[in-house]
Each structure stands twice: as structure tokens, then as C-alpha cells.
């Protein structure tokens, strides 16, 4: 007969007593037990927020619709033998041409740029801030969100206008967060109008330029039309690559250079349109090479988010192998609380004795085991919380300060620890149970209580 909702949460909380007077029974036993299994799951849960933090989709609403683009201008020559990956970057004059065609839905070129900032030409010493230089679809391109005003418009960016848009935190810190829009900043001693502030927004890994160890670095405070960059000459902050040709002493002379310093993205929604841009691409390639700029066939690269970062290899293959190991571990951390379990189990056969032979079913007395070792799951997985928390802290201390930037825990991360704690416990609580609803009333009485 099938039992009441009320009948099956009061055996449920019988079932509970009895672990609690269990463990207080064999203290020691089962704080070995806590402890193994708590620095099984701290180890491996550490080292998986890590890879956790290398390997998330930075942009999920739209990764698959965004893509780096690569053309290869330097040949054989600008690589290594048996290597055919164009180059990572872009030239400006491809740069410039691709931009011109408007062959995607939005496609904007990007570069990390440098500042020396006064706030409303303040005459005190200023600070260094990170900028980007980037074409009038960069925000609407990755989705940054805009907390006051606006970007600047297609025309703004023509004719070169000394317009910004900041960050939250750099409004925070100079303007206390109010709306900043229409005011001042001296930047490198010019000034420029503020026309937007953005909203929260740190994308990790930062996709759009990962070049030179910077994935995992904040995003920048001050954004600047491309344009207007060029027309200054603004020295890049960005990895400047020269394998494909000299870049001359001057600003100008890089303009036309072969070298490789902007990075390109476009944004494309259905697979006929990448189709489309790709073959643009390869139609492009073969201008400049009847041209007699390249010698060699088209090397073309069109690849989205989660595959441009595999490519990059951004998670890399020493946090993959400190993955495993931490989960062997916690694989070994199982073996020893099953043995320690199956040792109290096997101690307290004269208790499942009597409650067999007082009419206990296996099924209660698996329950009872069960339930016990959920409880030392639960407990484990709480002292395995603070002892990752402990070792994330640890690790930011540590690490270099792009990577101590993923090295923090978040709400789904803290369930999955607990769960994983209780899991465990259950997984090595199993066979124990599993023994003690098997043998018989009788031979487990014959070895007294």
C-alpha cells in the first residue's frame, strides 16, 4: 500500500535522527570522512572554476553570430614551415577596404590604444588610461550596453570627431556616476565631448583581442572612433606584428605597411550570409594577389566566437591537466571515504542485525545507510565551500592579475561543490549499504551487538 505524503516525510526525518546519532556516536571516523571528501571536492572544484573561467562563452546571446576575420598577407614567408594560419590581425589598408564593401551586417575594426587623462582640464598630473580605437558599430556589434547616451554616429567618425565614450567605472571615479554626456576629458592633452557611458560590461575571455596574453584582461575606460585615431597618429598599445614586411619609421609609413595591428570582426546571422562574406573574402584575396600584391592563393579565415577561441587556444592545456588531476583526486578522496565507510559499516552489523530482526526491511535499512551518507555529503560539501573559497583566494594572490580575475566562485559554482560533496559521499556510502541490506538477520546477530 502506497504510503501518504505525511507518513513519508516522518520516516524521512526518522531516517535523519538516526544518522545524526550515528555520527555522534563515531566522531573521529566520520571527521576523516568530511575531511577527505572535502579536500577532494575543494581541489577539483578549484581547479575547475579556473577552467570555468577560461572556457565560458563571453558573448553566449550571439557567439555563433559573430566572427573574426583573417586574411593572409604575408604568405609562406610571415610563417612557419608546414603553418598556413593567416595572420591573426590586419593590416589598415585591408582593414579600410573590407569596411568600405559593407558586406556584413555590422563589421567593425578595433585596436588598443593609450591615454593620458584630466578630468574637464584639470591641470594636475594625469593618469593612464586603457582606451580602444574602434569603427561606430563596435557597440551595437558586441552588444555593449550604453548606462547614458549614445556611440557615435557613421558621420561622427568621418569627419574625425574628438568624441568618447567611457566606462562605468571611469564615470564612477571622475564624474561620482552621474550623466557625464556633453562634458570634457583631456586625453593626451586634447579635449574630447563625452557622448555615452556604458553600462556593466566585462565580456571573459575578452574574444575581440586576445592577442600577446591579453584575454583575460579588464576591458578598457575610453573608446574612440577609429577614424579619428588614424587622423592623430595615436600610437597603438596593441601587439604590432611585422612578419610580413617592414614598418617603416613613421606613422604614415605604417598605414601602408604590410604589418598586422587591427583586429577585425563581423557579424553575420545565417550561414548563407558567412558563405557570402567568405567568398568576398576570397574574391578580395584574389584582387590583391592579380594585383601582384600577394603571391600566393587566397588564405582566408572566417571563424565564430567558440571557434576562434579554440583556435587561439585560450584554455590552456595546463588547466585542462590540472582539471584531471584534481578530479583523480577526488577519485582517490572517493576510494578512501568508501573505505572508511565500509569499516563503520561493517562495525555496526550487529545494529543492522537487531533492526533485521525486529522487522526492518533491507529497503529501510539501505535508507538508513543512505541517508547517513548524504549527511556526511552535505556536511563535506560545506567545509569544501571554505576550503575552495580559501583556495580561490589563495590563487588570486598568486596569479597574475588577468588570470586572478577568473579565479572567483559564483552561485551555480557553490551548489555544484555541495552537490558534488553529497554525491560523492553517496557514490562511497553505496556498496556499504548495499552489503548491509544483504546479509542475513541471523549471521549478523551471530557477531553480537
Known sequence: MPREPGEKRMLGGYYVRLALASVRHKPV????????????????????????????DPIP???????????????????????DEPAVQMTWRDASALLAMHRALREAAMVQVGFIMQAGGAP???????????????????????????????????????????????????????????????????????VGVTGAWDPRPRFFDVEGGQAFDESEDVYIPLQTAVGLGMSTEGYEFCDAGPRGQ????????ECVWLQYWAELHTPAAENAYRQGLIA?????????RFGWPANVRLRNVPDWLVARRIVSDDARLSTVVAFAFLGICIVCALALMLARSLARSGEYSLRRALGATRRTVFLQAATEAGLIGTCAGALGVALTL?????????????????????GPLLAATVALATASAVIAGIYPAWLAMRTAPGLQLRGGL
Open 61 to 83: 546571446t550571439k557567439s555563433s553570430r559573430l566572427f573574426a576575420v583573417q586574411i593572409d598577407n604575408g604568405g609562406p614567408r610571415s610563417r612557419k614551415p608546414g603553418d
Open 390 to 410: 580559501g583556495a580561490l583566494a589563495a590563487m588570486r594572490s598568486l596569479f597574475p592579475a588577468d588570470l586572478a580575475r577568473i579565479a572567483t566562485i559564483d
Open 284 to 292: 578580395y584575396a584574389d584582387q590583391q594577389r592579380a594585383a601582384g
Open 29 to 56: 571516523l566520520v571527521a576523516m570522512m568530511i575531511l577527505a571528501l572535502a579536500f577532494g571536492v575543494a581541489m577539483s572544484m578549484s581547479a575547475y572554476t579556473i577552467l570555468h573561467g577560461m572556457a565560458r
Open 250 to 257: 613613421t606613422y604614415a609609413d605604417l598605414l601602408v605597411s
Open 124 to 194: 594636475a598630473k594625469g593618469e593612464h588610461v586603457a582606451g580602444r580605437a574602434a569603427s561606430a558599430p563596435f557597440f551595437s556589434l558586441f552588444d555593449v550596453p550604453l548606462r547614458y547616451g549614445r556611440g557615435w554616429t557613421d558621420a561622427e567618425e568621418s569627419d574625425r570627431a574628438r568624441v568618447a565614450v567611457i566606462s562605468a567605472a571611469l564615470n564612477d571615479r571622475v564624474f561620482n556616476g552621474e550623466n557625464s554626456v556633453g562634458r570634457t576629458l583631456v586625453l593626451n592633452g586634447d579635449a574630447w565631448r563625452i
